[in-house]
């Protein structure tokens, strides 16, 4: 197995990404028995910690393991679950599986966008909500299904919506 | 503590076969009652959180301790989430649905202080076990 | 098969096949063919109904009529009395015992039970949390018998007689699949469980390892004895974080009692599992996709041959299982491969875990034997249509599979008949549908979903499924023409012909099969100039004239 890259690269701090959050992402990197096969898991990391995956983290992970910036914005293109753009203070996710969209998920998700102004994975104005659509978060029985953080608001109908958003903007 | 061979397995086995012979048969099993609360995730998005906090706040506020709250899997009644199942030593166990936290109360004033089941809650158990 | 209008269903079960049930079967054939009703009747072995104590037990469908403690003799008045003449045999109807009145229809038996639970059999008895509670039931046994008892051989030809067949939609024989591992000369092979369940509307690998996780652990260990390998990776979603939680807290019990590590039961076989996390791309449920998602890399999926068999993670022999696959495995072993392949269909053995959804009163996960018909799911265990709609079609195999409508509803289900009728097993959601729904949308909601899911790497699959998206965007917003449903057509075929792996092969599957069932629909789309058109505002057509 390969050893951990050792590479000592400077950090892009800025005000939004600040040098506490680069130095927990480099311990746990350091830490790894070994960085082969590993990005995905850096990458989960550095979401938690970061909270979404800017052009500087990924730059900097890349230098970190020696690997070029595309592989690494490659991955993180490749898959759903990262997201290169800041998040709301809530995540607004509605379930577009099966068993949501022939219960009407369609219809909440355009009233959803319609009442916060925004597409799918943008940031409302207030920066409250991001709104995404998911795939089955598997509580079909609840269908449709938002969930707004942890909390889960199962049989949505679109009268409320309004209810919904106002739980949260007060 | 290592195992290391099938019989020590088996030993493990005989020694905590008593902590789930009630759940299957009914059978008497000493003098503890069970609830089964289904905690996966489609239970607790439908609530069994609160069901299960309710259950054991009554229970602690009534110093009841020959109850055991136990929380399980999914019993893949989702139409019907949150589940519970009550199991008293020497009787058939008892499937409920959409038990909220309202319900808690009920359950332990008319079910297992009373005896009674509350017929309009219970959910026919349509399978077998293999 | 097209013509046959009756089934009579024969169990082969354990219980019925030891009260003679084989010779039942064998004279039904001869007499039908005798008759020549050969072509009309099909007449199919099928696993354990529940209801042993009456066996054998035959059932006839669509009539639905139930006939126990059938004796080989009596074959001759069911077929000459019921399929010939349409009269019930009465004297072999099931006897309410209490009200001494016969009952000829399952359903309304009291105590019938459709469903047998083997993967789902600990979910919501036992603590997940408690590897003491697996045990009490049996847990871990399994592996000790395998290991201390069985050869590595005896193993893999116990999984290949039981006749399981890979859970996770492929289908593949899982015994083979273990012995092409096995025969491999390597040091190091890896045994990895796909938990990458993506399918929407499939939730049973979730409710497994939220449920039972021990099962899953053992049952890898087990199949890595089997094929030779030390080091085992469990793939799964990040979206499921209970269920990697429970993995979790199992990992750590099972090596703290040392059912996992070195020398488990005391043998020199050793054996540890690492989590890997999926980030969200449906593509990395493809075998060769989720082993390069596991080594860090975009998940795209690679041309086989070579098979992760021979060359997998990190070009080690590598065989990858799902998980329900595995949930099956700890009883096969114990109870033996007859017992499992006395469930089930010819070719397809043991039972399905399935996630009903949709428009269905009981919305749940079943597990019921091969063989048993779709009408049984959904009207008898899941309760058929909520509001009192009409039932309209039901799709399995998410988004690789079709639609089966009415007309297949008595057909038992099995890998194979799933396939003849344009769809497929899949992981086993199912999504039922009623009379407002719309196919045309329901098939650019799969598509869609393909498109955005498409992993980029083939051509047809990142063009084609982006195509048939914007064509059936046209056909649903009324603005298509005849032709564009002929070009609609064209290209489907040539998507499922020319992609690289089994996601765009099966991709347009769902087009497929509505133009096939609901081609009225798509026609209405275009041509019907008495309704406004528009997305969503299509009306069925038994509705038309009236307000809807």
């Given at each position: 197995?390969?050893?951990?890259?050792?590479?000592?690269?400077?950090?892009?701090?800025?005000?939004?990404?600040?040098?506490?959050?680069f130095n927990?992402?480099?311990?746990?990197?350091?830490?790894?028995?070994?960085?082969?096969?590993?990005?995905?898991e850096?990458?989960?990391?550095?979401?938690?910690?970061?909270?979404?995956?800017?052009?500087d983290?990924?730059?900097?992970?890349?230098?970190?393991?020696?690997?070029?910036?595309?592989?690494?914005?490659?991955?993180?293109?490749?898959?759903s679950?990262?997201?290169?753009k800041p998040?709301?203070?809530?995540?607004?996710?509605?379930?577009m599986?099966?068993?949501?969209?022939?219960?009407?998920?369609?219809?909440?998700?355009?009233?959803?966008?319609?009442?916060l102004?925004?597409?799918?994975?943008?940031?409302?104005?207030?920066?409250?909500?991001?709104?995404?659509?998911?795939?089955?978060?598997?509580?079909?029985?609840?269908?449709?299904?938002?969930?707004?953080?942890?909390?889960?608001?199962?049989?949505?109908?679109?009268?409320d919506?309004?209810?919904i958003?106002?739980?949260?903007?007060? | 503590?290592?195992i290391?061979?099938?019989?020590?397995l088996?030993k493990?086995?005989?020694?905590?076969?008593?902590?789930?012979r009630?759940?299957?048969?009914?059978?008497?099993?000493?003098?503890?009652?069970?609830?089964?609360?289904?905690?996966?995730?489609?239970?607790?998005?439908s609530g069994?959180?609160?069901?299960?906090?309710?259950?054991?706040?009554?229970?602690?506020?009534?110093d009841?301790?020959?109850?055991?709250?136990?929380?399980?899997g999914?019993?893949?009644y989702?139409?019907?989430?949150?589940?519970?199942?009550?199991?008293?030593p020497?009787?058939?166990?008892?499937l409920?649905g959409?038990?909220?936290?309202n319900?808690v109360?009920?359950?332990?004033?008319k079910?297992?202080?009373?005896?009674?089941p509350?017929?309009?809650l219970?959910?026919?158990?349509d399978?077998?076990?293999? | 098969?097209?013509?046959?209008?009756?089934?009579?269903?024969?169990?082969?079960?354990?219980?019925?096949?030891?009260?003679?049930?084989?010779?039942?079967?064998k004279?039904?054939?001869?007499?039908?063919?005798?008759?020549?009703?050969?072509?009309?009747v099909?007449?199919?072995?099928?696993?354990?109904?529940?209801?042993?104590?009456?066996?054998?037990?035959?059932?006839?469908?669509?009539?639905?009529?139930?006939?126990?403690?059938?004796?080989?003799?009596?074959?001759?008045?069911?077929?000459?009395e019921?399929i010939?003449?349409?009269?019930?045999?009465?004297?072999?109807?099931?006897?309410?015992?209490?009200?001494?009145?016969?009952?000829?229809?399952?359903e309304?038996?009291p105590?019938?039970?459709?469903?047998l639970?083997v993967a789902?059999?600990?979910?919501?008895?036992?603590?997940?949390?408690?590897?003491?509670?697996?045990?009490?039931?049996?847990?871990?046994?399994?592996?000790?018998?395998?290991?201390?008892k069985?050869?590595?051989?005896?193993?893999?030809?116990?999984?290949?007689?039981?006749?399981l067949?890979?859970?996770?939609?492929?289908?593949?024989?899982?015994?083979?699949?273990?012995?092409i591992?096995?025969k491999?000369?390597?040091?190091v092979?890896?045994?990895?469980?796909?938990?990458d369940e993506?399918?929407?509307?499939?939730?049973?690998?979730?409710?497994?390892?939220?449920?039972?996780?021990?099962?899953v652990?053992?049952?890898m260990?087990?199949?890595?004895?089997?094929?030779?390998?030390?080091?085992g990776?469990?793939?799964?979603?990040?979206?499921?974080?209970l269920?990697?939680?429970?993995l979790?807290?199992?990992?750590k019990?099972?090596?703290?009692?040392?059912?996992?590590?070195?020398?488990?039961?005391?043998?020199?076989?050793?054996?540890?599992?690492?989590?890997?996390?999926?980030?969200?791309?449906?593509?990395?449920?493809?075998?060769?996709?989720?082993?390069?998602?596991?080594?860090?890399?975009?998940?795209?999926?690679?041309?086989?041959?070579?098979?992760?068999?021979?060359?997998?993670y990190?070009?080690?022999?590598?065989?990858?299982?799902?998980?329900?696959?595995?949930?099956?495995?700890?009883?096969?072993?114990?109870?033996?491969?007859?017992w499992?392949?006395?469930?089930?269909?010819?070719?397809?053995?043991?039972?399905?875990?399935?996630?009903?959804?949709?428009?269905?009163?009981?919305?749940?996960?079943?597990?019921?034997?091969?063989?048993?018909?779709?009408?049984?799911?959904?009207?008898?265990?899941?309760?058929?249509?909520?509001?009192?709609?009409?039932f309209?079609?039901?799709?399995?195999g998410?988004?690789?599979?079709?639609?089966?409508?009415?007309?297949?509803l008595?057909?038992?289900?099995?890998?194979?008949?799933?396939?003849?009728?344009?769809?497929?097993?899949?992981?086993g959601?199912?999504?039922?549908?009623?009379?407002?729904?719309?196919m045309?949308?329901?098939?650019k909601?799969?598509?869609?979903f393909?498109?955005?899911?498409?992993?980029?790497?083939?051509?047809?699959g990142?063009?084609?499924?982006?195509?048939l998206?914007?064509?059936?965007?046209?056909?649903?917003?009324?603005?298509?023409?005849?032709?564009?449903?002929?070009?609609?057509?064209?290209?489907?075929?040539?998507?499922?012909?020319?992609?690289?792996?089994?996601?765009?092969?099966?991709?347009?599957?769902?087009?497929?099969?509505?133009?096939?069932?609901?081609?009225?629909?798509?026609?209405?789309?275009v041509k019907?100039?008495?309704?406004?058109?528009?997305?969503?505002?299509?009306v069925p057509?038994?509705?038309?004239?009236?307000?809807?």
């Open positions: 197995m390969t050893k951990p890259q050792t590479i000592s690269v400077t950090k892009p701090v800025s005000e939004d990404l600040p040098e506490e959050k927990e992402l480099e311990s746990f990197i350091d830490h790894l028995e070994t960085t082969k096969g590993a990005l995905i850096i990458l989960h990391k550095a979401q938690d910690i970061f909270g979404y995956l800017p052009r983290v990924q730059l900097y992970i890349a230098r970190k393991l020696g690997i070029p910036g595309a592989e690494v914005f490659g991955v993180v293109s490749f898959y679950y990262f997201t290169t998040r709301g203070k809530h995540t607004l996710s509605i379930c599986g099966t068993a949501c969209f022939v219960r009407g998920a369609d219809k909440v998700i355009e009233k959803f966008k319609e009442k102004g925004v597409e799918s994975n943008e940031i409302t104005e207030d920066g409250l909500f991001t709104l995404r659509d998911v795939r089955c978060i598997g509580a079909c029985g609840l269908a449709p299904v938002v969930t707004v953080g942890d909390k889960v608001y199962g049989r949505v109908k679109e009268e919506i309004d209810e958003i106002k739980a949260y903007r007060g | 503590m290592k290391k061979s099938l019989d020590e088996r493990i086995r005989e020694e905590h076969s008593n902590q789930v009630l759940r299957e048969y009914g059978e008497m099993a000493g003098d503890k009652i069970e609830i089964l609360i289904g905690m996966a995730t489609c239970g607790i998005s069994a959180r609160e069901t299960l906090n309710a259950f054991v706040n009554a229970l602690s506020s009534e009841i301790d020959n109850i055991k709250v136990v929380p399980v999914c019993i893949g989702c139409h019907s989430e949150p589940t519970v199942q009550v199991n008293i020497g009787q058939k166990p008892v409920y959409n038990v909220k936290e319900k109360r009920d359950i332990i004033e079910h297992i202080k009373g005896g009674k509350i017929e309009n219970i959910l026919h158990v399978f077998e076990r293999a | 098969m097209a013509s046959t209008r009756t089934n009579i269903m024969v169990c082969c079960g354990t219980g019925c096949l030891a009260s003679e049930s084989e010779k039942v079967l004279n039904l054939e001869v007499i039908a063919k005798a008759r020549g009703y050969a072509e009309e099909q007449i199919i072995k099928t696993g354990c109904f529940g209801f042993c104590e009456q066996g054998p037990i035959v059932k006839v469908e669509p009539d639905n009529v139930f006939y126990v403690r059938v004796s080989p003799k009596d074959a001759k008045d069911i077929i000459d019921h010939i003449k349409g009269r019930k045999v009465e004297r072999l109807l099931y006897m309410e015992p209490n009200e001494n009145e016969r009952i000829k229809k399952q309304d038996m105590f019938y039970k459709k469903q639970r789902l059999k600990n979910c919501g008895l036992i603590n997940p949390e408690d590897v003491y509670e697996y045990i009490a039931l049996g847990g871990y046994e399994a592996l000790g018998k395998a290991i201390t069985m050869t590595r051989d005896q193993v893999i030809d116990t999984v290949k007689r039981s006749g067949r890979g859970r996770g939609g492929g289908g593949f024989p899982t015994g083979l699949k273990w012995e591992t096995k491999q000369e390597s040091d092979k890896f045994m990895i469980c796909n938990a993506g399918d929407p509307g499939a939730f049973m690998d979730r409710s497994i390892l939220e449920g039972d996780p021990h099962s652990l053992e049952a260990a087990i199949g890595a004895y089997a094929i030779g390998a030390d080091k990776i469990i793939y799964i979603r990040a979206e499921y974080p269920a990697i939680a429970r979790n807290t199992a990992l019990q099972a090596r703290e009692l040392g059912l996992l590590g070195k020398n488990i039961f005391g043998t020199d076989f050793s054996f540890d599992i690492n989590l890997k996390y999926g980030a969200g791309a449906f593509v990395c449920g493809e075998e060769t996709a989720l082993i390069n998602s596991c080594e860090g890399k975009r998940g795209e999926p690679n041309f086989k041959p070579p098979y992760p068999a021979e060359e997998g990190w070009g080690h022999p590598t065989c990858v299982n799902n998980v329900e696959t595995f949930a099956n495995i700890p009883s096969i072993i114990m109870k033996g491969a007859d499992f392949a006395a469930m089930g269909t010819e070719r397809s053995k043991g039972t399905k875990v399935f996630a009903l959804a949709g428009k269905i009163n009981n919305v749940g996960l079943v597990e019921v034997p091969m063989g048993i018909t779709l009408r049984e799911i959904i009207f008898d265990i899941g309760g058929g249509i909520p509001k009192g709609k009409k309209k079609a039901v799709q399995t998410g988004p690789s599979g079709g639609v089966i409508t009415e007309e297949g008595d057909t038992p289900i099995d890998y194979d008949s799933l396939i003849e009728r344009g769809s497929m097993m899949g992981s959601g199912m999504i039922v549908m009623d009379e407002d729904d719309n045309v949308n329901i098939a909601f799969y598509l869609e393909t498109m955005d899911e498409a992993c980029g790497r083939c051509g047809p990142r063009i084609g499924t982006k195509r998206f914007e064509m059936l965007h046209k056909i649903s917003s009324g603005k298509a023409t005849m032709a564009d449903l002929d070009a609609l057509k064209q290209l489907a075929y040539m998507v499922k012909d020319s992609s690289l792996c089994g996601l765009c092969q099966t991709a347009p599957n769902p087009v497929i099969s509505t133009m096939k069932h609901f081609w009225d629909e798509y026609v209405a789309l019907d100039e008495d309704h406004p058109q528009g997305e969503g505002r299509y057509k038994n509705k038309i004239g009236m307000k809807s």
